[in-house]
């Protein structure tokens, strides 16, 4: 076959969708063993484009790359993939902007709703053998509580809808998005230090980037109610665990929901994972049959467009079309 395509890495059972799009158009995969730096830079040797799911494309993976023609993202963020040097280069990077807005989003209203009513920890005390309704007392009705939403791309604007028949007051930060689109939405625009301060359950919809990064912290934690919860279905490098720890034991906060972790999987000795106010999933927010079919066809076809002399859409750098 004339193209190859490196696939660094997946967590799904078959590639079956890609082997259908990119067979279409002559090209054969290469999966990699695993995603270290040195086997992924030995293997893109002789490849004409990546996909990349969770593996890092760093710069030295991109350079051993020499007739790369595309980075394809397996899904919506990008911090796992280089891609200013990739535009330095001339290679357009692609991601699926679309990919699994109403699974996380209903995966947040999940962790948010289980947060509300102590689902988890109801639970837990009946299979353990004790029926006694008085344990995890008080519960507020949902009613004219305050939802705080960071980040109002896609999955944050459907949070935001599915939350208000609930009758939420929504506040919203993003700093790139006009107060006129979030007033638009039946939402409140509000600085992040009112949002931490005023919300009953703050939700996090933001991509990590050096300025996201810790962004529940020590000093936004100390701005929540005693009350309030954290939700975050986004990036595990947006919460400081450690200052989310100390925060939950000292009670000034009431609990969180984590589907993701700085470090996937978490230390096995991490404190965090004992605290029966915390509801932890694995990472699985994405998860649908459907939306695993969406990404991978997605994915492949951006890359069978290039290597069939087309411009793919969802570009996120439309610099490197200028440099190629």
């Not at 490849?47 to 993202?73: E, G, H, L, Q, Y």
């Not at 470090?263 to 994972?273: F, R, S, V, Y």
Request: glycine share 6%.
């Amino acid at each position: 076959m004339p193209y190859r395509v490196l696939i660094t890495d997946y967590i799904w059972p078959t590639l079956d969708p890609e082997r259908e799009v990119l067979g279409a158009v002559g090209a054969e995969i290469v999966e990699a063993p695993d995603g270290d730096e040195e086997t992924l830079s030995r293997l893109a040797a002789d490849c004409d484009a990546i996909i990349t799911c969770f593996a890092k494309v760093t710069p030295k993976v991109i350079a051993a790359c020499s007739r790369c023609r595309i980075i394809s993202r397996y899904g919506i963020g990008l911090d796992n993939i280089a891609v200013d040097f990739a535009t330095s280069r001339g290679i357009p990077v692609t991601n699926v902007p679309s990919y699994c807005v109403d699974e996380v989003s209903d995966h947040t209203l999940a962790l948010l709703l289980a947060c509300a009513r102590k689902i988890t920890r109801w639970s837990s005390l009946v299979h353990g053998g004790t029926w006694d309704s008085r344990v995890h007392m008080p519960l507020r009705r949902l009613r004219l509580q305050t939802l705080g939403i960071v980040g109002f791309g896609k999955i944050g604007r459907l949070v935001a809808a599915k939350a208000k028949p609930f009758g939420f007051r929504v506040l919203v930060h993003d700093r790139y998005v006009p107060a006129e689109t979030i007033a638009g939405a039946g939402c409140v625009p509000a600085d992040l230090t009112t949002v931490f301060a005023e919300s009953d359950y703050v939700c996090l919809h933001a991509p990590l980037t050096p300025e996201t990064e810790n962004l529940v912290n020590a000093d936004t934690l100390r701005l929540m109610k005693p009350g309030a919860y954290v939700v975050n279905t986004s990036r595990g490098g947006l919460v400081d665990v450690d200052a989310l720890y100390d925060a939950l034991v000292a009670g000034r906060l009431a609990g969180a929901a984590l589907d993701v972790m700085p470090e996937e999987p978490p230390p096995a000795d991490h404190p965090i994972l004992k605290l029966d106010s915390v509801i932890l999933t694995p990472h699985v927010a994405f998860y649908s049959e459907e939306s695993l079919v969406e990404l991978q066809t997605t994915a492949a076809s951006a890359v069978a467009t290039v290597l069939s002399g087309g411009t793919p859409p969802n570009i996120v750098n439309a610099k490197s079309l200028t440099r190629a």
